[in-house]
């Protein structure tokens, strides 16, 4: 990763651990262990960019197509933003919504997404577009729709630990609006929106509309990435409720004159997929190492199973 900086704070983590378990989340994930369905839909082709993507979010009842009689996907189609949040509204398992009360006078009460919104706005995937709307039929733009993944991680306990500082190589990082660089930068860094190839660059397109085909990749690097991903942080600065001591692993941070990160607890045998980052005046994170000596670099993919200080 580039430095923003020329100088840099090497951090140093301090992992203490006691023992345990480590809880799952689980999703069908039917579209990539081998069991592919037949393709339902004219207008996608096996050897299409996307199709894996587009069977994934069909076997998973993500995206269920826009016909009927001769059922297509449209994958070349804008997402709305009735689209996208009654796919994220499924995600979650379409929980009853019947308790919430209508919040946009621009979603008519038996509108097919109406749930989604009701659900999507009590659960702070979207505030709406002001005055009262929603704007359901309004494209999403890829900025939009890397924030909308971004809250849904964090709503489900996937996202991460505070604000998100890394740097990100796109020419166009100036373009991406405020609210949405912090979703930009963590959907770049979990790999679930890699960029557009320019002239001798990379782009990440913010206010280009994404796709259905696209949004069916996002998700499923999304689900691939986050979603299924044994991430177990389960609590922030207080030990796991009603776990046993001897159950757990305290992860705790030494900044180095750093921002203070309170400890992150998680189960024997997790991983901290997305540790927090501390902030300093004029300085660029560099990393987080598992030694005084700052010579053995802290992988989020391993599994933490022993005592490391």
């Known amino acids: 990763m580039k430095m923003a900086l020329n100088k840099s704070l090497c951090l140093l983590l301090c ?12 999703y069908a994930d039917t579209a990539s262990n081998g069991n592919m369905p037949d393709n339902p839909f004219g207008d996608v082709d096996p050897n299409d960019r996307f199709y894996d993507d587009i069977i994934f979010a069909f076997t998973n009842g993500l995206m ?4 009927t009689k001769n ?24 929980p009853d919504p019947h308790a919430l009360p209508d919040a946009f006078s621009d979603v008519p009460e038996d509108a097919w997404y109406g749930n989604a ?11 709406g577009t002001g005055n009262n709307r929603f704007n359901p039929e309004g494209i999403v733009t890829r900025e939009q729709a890397a924030t909308f993944l971004l809250r849904y991680a964090r ?3 996937k996202g991460p630990v505070g604000k998100i500082t890394i740097n990100i190589d796109f020419a166009d990082r100036d373009n991406i609006s405020d609210w949405a660089l912090e979703g930009a930068m963590w959907c770049y860094m979990y790999g679930i929106m890699t960029g557009k190839s320019g002239k001798d660059t990379l782009l990440f397109d913010p206010q280009g509309n994404a796709t259905r085909a696209e949004i069916a990749a996002m998700l499923h690097r999304f689900f691939d990435n986050v979603i299924r991903t044994p991430d177990t942080v389960v609590s922030y600065g207080s030990p796991i409720t009603g776990s046993d001591p001897v159950d757990e ?10 921002s203070e990160i309170s400890p ?29 000596n700052l010579s053995e670099p802290f992988y989020s993919d391993n599994p933490i199973n022993e005592n490391m200080t």
């Not at 692993?249 to 750093?258: A, Q």
């Not at 901290?272 to 598992?290: E, R």
């Open 117 to 127: 919104v009701a659900w999507a706005v009590a659960n702070g995937i979207t505030q």
């Open 155 to 157: 709503l489900v306990g």
């Open 249 to 258: 692993v305290e992860i705790s941070f030494e900044t180095h004159g750093g």
């Open 15 to 26: 992992v203490f651990l006691t023992i345990g378990m480590i809880p799952t989340y689980i």
């Open 71 to 94: 059922p297509l996907f449209s994958p070349g189609m804008p997402m709305t933003r009735a689209m996208l949040v009654t796919v994220l509204y499924r995600l979650a398992g379409s």
């Open 264 to 292: 992150v607890y998680v189960s024997k045998g997790g991983r901290l997929s997305d540790p927090p980052i501390p902030v300093k005046d004029d300085y660029a994170f560099a990393g987080w190492f598992t030694d005084r």
């Open 64 to 67: 269920t197509g826009t016909g």
